[in-house]
C-alpha cells in the first residue's frame, strides 16, 4: 500500500481496519438516495428498514444467532457497557457480584468500575504468563450473589484466546450469565454464540473492514437485561436512536466477507504472522514474544524489548512509513504501561518497550520483509541512545 | 501530536552517547515510568565544554535531552543551571501536556550533574530540586 | 425529487434528512484511506484525529461554545440520555429531582422514566393549547432538591419554539443546571449556548444534512456530569469507544453548511410552510393547526384532519411519492395517539387525524403546488369511508 | 410492511359505503384507540344479499373491513359467523402483528351486525364474543 508515492504498511489492525471498499461502496447509497428513517411509514423508509433488517440477518448468521437476538450499538464500546450495566441493573435484587478478568478491554472494566462506585462489587480475575484465564478460577470466585461473569473471546493487545466455552460452562453451571467481549475475534476465529455458551457478546465493525461507529451485542433470547440507551422504539424498543443505516449496512457487508474468507485468511496472517516473530526474535537479542504461543489470533504479533521505550519504536516506524501499535490505541495517551502486559506478569520496564503489530486481508509477505528489514536497526539505534542497554 | 524541532531532536540527537572522562554525571527518573536519562558533563574552568546524554523513553524524552545538552554546553555552571524545563520546551517549540514532564525530566538530570561536579570537587551543592 | 422516473416529494425532514452530498463527499476518505484510529500515533492517525478536532471546532462554532466543550455522540438519543443520567448520578447527593416538559422527545422522557424507577423524581411540566411551556411554571415547580431543568428548545412534531433562554435564568436563579435537546434547531433556529443559558444542549447530525449515527452534547466547562459511555481515553476521557471519524466530519461540515445557509433558507421554508397551511386549512374544512401560530420551526407544518385516521393519510400520501408523518416517526409503530398532541389538549380521535410536513432545503414551489393539489382529495375519499364524517 | 393484498384493499376498498335499508349495524372500536367500524348488512332468507362497511382506521383497519364483507356477502348467517379473524387475516396475506387487532375488529364488526338483526327479528344472539 501506499500513500501519495510514500510507502504505508499498516500493521495496526487490532486498533482498526480500514473500511473495505466494496463495504463503502455498498453503504453509499444511504446516504442521500435511500435515507429513509427506518421508523418511518413510507416506500424510502421501508427501503431503509429492509436493509437494517437483511444486515441484521447477516450478522445473526455470522455468530449463529437468529436475527431478533442482534441489536445494533454505536460500537464495541456501547455493546460492552450494555452488557455490564444493563444485567447489573435488571439483576440486582439477584444479586451484586461481577467476576471479569483483569486484562478485558477498558470498554468492559471501565463499566465494571463505574458499577463498582455504585455498590457492586467486582472480581478482576489474574491471567498466567500468557493471559490465559484459568477457568477453574471462574469456579471459584463465583459466589451466591454472582450475576455475570464477564471474558473476553481474543485480546486486543496480546491476542491470547481465552477458553470461553469453558468457562460460560461453569458459569452456567451456577446459573450465572456469560458476556464475552468478541471485538477482536470477528474473522480471526470462529465465533458463535452457541458453541461460546454466550448469553451476550458485543462486535465492532470497525475491527473488521466495516466503517467506524457501529456495533452489535448479541442478547440471547430471554435474557434478563435493562436497557441502555432510553428514547424511541427503535430496536424493537430495546435501544433508543435513529438507526445508523449506512453503518449498519456496512457492518453487514463486512461481517459476511470477514467470516466468509476466514477460511483463507486466517491461515495466510498466521503465517505471515509466525515468520515475523520468528525474525523479530532471530535478530533482535533481549526481546520475547507476549501473550500465548499458540492460543493467539492469526494476525497478532506483540513482542517486548529490552532497553527500548515503545512509542519511540512506534515513531520511527512511522517515519519509515510503517503504522504500528504500543499496546491499545486507546491508552496511549496515557503513561502507565499496559495493564495487560502488567497482569501477564511482564515488569513495567520490559511492558514499555513492547510493540504490537497486527496483520490484516491488505498486508503482504512484502509487508513482513519489509518490518524484518527495517525494524532490527530501529531497535538497535535506540538502544544505542538508552542507558539502560548493557556494554558488549 | 509533536513538533518539527521534538521530531528533528528524536531523529537525529545531538549529543547522544557518554562522555569517558565525565567529571559530571547525573541520572534520573525510573524504568517503571518509562523514563530514565543520564547525563554526562565535562566541565573545565567552571563551563561545560561538553555534555552527553543517553535516554531511555519516548520521543520526548529523546529530544528534550538532546535539546537540553545543546542548550548548556559552552555555558558556565550558573547559566546551565538557569535553563529551566520551560526554556527546553520552549526551544522544542513546545511538547503536548502529557509530555511537559519530559523536559522536566531534563532539567533535573542536568542540575543532577552539576550537582554531582560540584560534590566531587567538594563544593555546596547547585540546587535544591 | 423523482425517484427511479417516480416523482418523490420528501416532506419528512423532522424524521430525517438525506446527507447532503457534498457532505456525503467529504465523509468519503475517511473510510479506506484516512482510516486511522483517532488514538493511535502514526502519521495516519494523526491525520484523522486532525479531521476530528476541526469537526469540533465547526460544531462549536456553529452553537457559540469553546472547542473543548463538544462531545461527539452516536446520535441526538445518546446525547441526551448523558445529558439527564450524567446530571442525575452525578449530583445525586445536591438533590434528586428533575423538572421537565411533558411534550419533550422520548430520548429525554424515557431517561426520566428510567430514574424515576431508581427513585428519582420527575416534574413533567404541562403545556399550552400551542405546545409552550410557561416559564413561571418553572419557577413554581424547581424544589431544593432539584438539580436539572430539561426543556428542548424546538419540538420535532409541531415544530413549537420554546422560551428556553427565560426559562434557563430561572434555573439559574436557584442554581440548577440547564439542558435543552436542540435536535430539531439546528439550521432552523439559531441557536447559541450563551443566549440560550444552555449548560447541556443536544443535538443530532442526521436532522441538518449531516449523517445519521453521529451526535453531540455541549457540556459547559466545570458542569458536573458523570460519564454515560466508559472505556478507552477518548473525547479527553468522557466519551469512550472509538470516534465515528468519517460521521463526525460530516457532521462538521453539515452543520457549517446549515447555520451558514440558514439566513437565507428558513424565510424560503417559512413562506413554503405558510403556504401549505393556509392552503390546507382553506381547501380542507373541519381541519385545525397543531402548534403555535408564529413561534414555530420555519420547516413545520402540523394540521389535524376530523374523521380521518393518519396512517390512512400517509400511505395514500405515499401511493402519490409523496413522504409526510403523523407524528414523530419514532412512535409510528405505536397504536397511541401522540404524547405531543395530548399534552396540547387535542382529543384522541383528533391527534390521530395529525399530519406532518416538515420541508428541507431541496423542497420547491413545486412540492408545495402538489401537496395542496392531491391532499384536499385523499381527506375527502378518507372521510367518504370514514363512519364519523357528519352527512352535509 | 403491508401486503400487496392489503395495499389492495386499502386503495380500492371493497363495498364501502351504508346499506339504506339494512336490516343488520354493527358499530366497533372507539375513536381513541384510532379504530371504528360501521358494517351494515342486508339480510334475506338467513342469508347475507348484501354488506358494506365504513371505518375510521388505519389501512390495515379499512382492508381488514373491505375484505371482511367480500367474505361473507352471499353466506348464510352461520357460515359468516364462522369466518374468523384469522380467516380475514389470512385472506390478506397476513398483517403485521401490531395490526392484527384491525382483523379483530372486522369479526366483531360482523357478529355484532348479526347479532343486532337477530335481534330485530327476536331470535337468541349469535355468539358470546
Ligand atoms: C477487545 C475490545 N473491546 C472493545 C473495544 C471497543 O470497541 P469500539 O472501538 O467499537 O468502541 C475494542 C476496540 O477499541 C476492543 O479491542
Ligand atoms: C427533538 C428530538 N430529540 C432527540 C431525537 C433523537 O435523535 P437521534 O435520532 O439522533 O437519536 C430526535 C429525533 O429522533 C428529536 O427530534
Known sequence: MTDGGRRLVYLDHAATTPTRPEVARAMLPYFSERFGNPSSLYALAREAKEAVEEARGRVAAAIGAAPEEVFFTSGGTEADNWAIKGVAAANRKKGDHIVTSSIEHHAVLHPCRALEKQGYRVTYLPVDEFGRVEPGAVEEAITDKTILVSVMAANNEIGTVQPVAAISEIAHDHGVLFHTDAVQAIGAIPVDVDAMGADLLAISAHKFGGPKGTGALYIRRKTRIGTFMDGGAQERGRRAGTENVPGIVGMGRAIELAVGEMPQNAPRLAAMRDRLIRGILDAVPDTRLNGHPTERLANNVNVAFRYVEGESILLMLDALGIAASTGSACTSASLEPSHVLTACGLPPEHAHGSLRLTLGHRNTEEDVDYVLEVLPGIIGRLREISPLTPER | ?129
Do not use: W
Request: net charge negative; proline share 5%.
Open chain 2, 1 to 129: 501530536m509533536y513538533s518539527e524541532q521534538v521530531m528533528d531532536h528524536f531523529m537525529n540527537p545531538r549529543n547522544m552517547g557518554e562522555i569517558p572522562d565525565a567529571n559530571g554525571v547525573g541520572e534520573v527518573g525510573n524504568p517503571t515510568c518509562g523514563d530514565i536519562m543520564r547525563i554526562t558533563l565535562r566541565i573545565e574552568d567552571d563551563r561545560i565544554v561538553d555534555a552527553k546524554f543517553k535516554t531511555f523513553g519516548c520521543a520526548a524524552a529523546i529530544a528534550s535531552s538532546s535539546m537540553a545538552t545543546e542548550l548548556i554546553r559552552g555555558k558556565t555552571l550558573d547559566e546551565a543551571l538557569a535553563v529551566t524545563n520551560r526554556a527546553v520546551a520552549e526551544a522544542l517549540e513546545g511538547l503536548p501536556p502529557q509530555k511537559l514532564h519530559c523536559s522536566v525530566l531534563a532539567e533535573e538530570g542536568i542540575h543532577k550533574a552539576i550537582d554531582d561536579y560540584r560534590a566531587r570537587q567538594g563544593a555546596p551543592e547547585a540546587s535544591g530540586g
